[in-house]
């Protein structure tokens, strides 16, 4: 039998445990590089862990958030959570870190003030973002980038042949990429390929929607 355990040995990181993150960037902690650790390892070790300090709970944030874009059902409602992003509650959060909810809230508004993450709106559960998640995953490999730049081409080509269709200006682009980030991968493509229908069933094409509101209103699951 193997036991693996964790632990913080250095004297430095004794100190920032103790003294918490107030005087740390997310620049510190990734200027010396990394180190690649399976998810199941850690999560091996969690599982014996005690009261967590900081340091801690920061980590089990970037290990627990999702590595890729996933729809999320909380109660009927759904949501999509993106990579770098979490739907888990207030209290699994807490049974994690093994606090009490009061503390574990207090260490999100604090990690809130040091842009470690950001807390969504969300009428059911916690909704969180990670800040910079890619570059605390050091996911600036060529296979990130090959899979970003497929997703640009896939925008690219509905924006373009969403105007030529319309015949419309382009605006809003940025508001139009937000809006394609939220669909699913079906939505995406038939967002694309039903383009034509929509437009050509307008009774009056004066009333053609911009691209954004097109996405954001989901127009292209409309009925003739």
């Known amino acids: 039998e193997v036991k693996i355990e964790v632990k913080i040995h250095t004297k430095k990181a004794r100190t920032m445990t103790e003294k918490g993150l107030e005087n740390m960037s997310p620049a510190d902690f990734l ?13 091996q070790a969690e599982k014996t862990a005690a ?34 992003e979490s739907l888990h509650s207030l209290q699994k959060w807490a049974d994690l870190f093994h606090w009490r909810r009061g503390k574990t809230r207090h260490f999100f508004a604090k990690m809130q003030r040091l842009k470690i993450i950001k807390l969504l709106p969300h009428p059911k559960t916690t909704h969180l973002r ?29 924006w373009n042949s969403y105007h030529e269709i319309t015949e419309s200006r382009k605006l809003n682009v940025g508001r139009a990429r937000r809006e394609w980030n939220l669909l699913n ?17 307008l009774t009056d094409i004066h009333f053609c929607k911009q691209a954004a509101t097109y996405l954001r209103d989901k127009s292209f699951l409309d009925e003739d």
């Open 31 to 43: 200027k010396k590089g990394y180190v690649l650790i399976p998810r199941l390892l850690i999560e």
């Open 51 to 84: 009261v967590r300090n900081e340091a801690d709970a920061l980590i089990a944030i970037i290990t627990q958030v999702n590595y890729k874009d996933e729809m999320c059902s909380i109660e009927g409602q759904s949501t999509l959570c993106k990579r770098g």
């Open 130 to 158: 990670v800040i910079d998640y890619e570059l605390w995953t050091g996911a600036q490999s060529s296979g990130f980038r090959q899979l970003k730049a497929e997703q640009d081409e896939e925008f690219d080509q509905f």
């Open 185 to 201: 991968g079906e939505e995406k493509k038939q967002a694309t390929e039903n383009i034509e229908e929509y437009y050509y069933n």
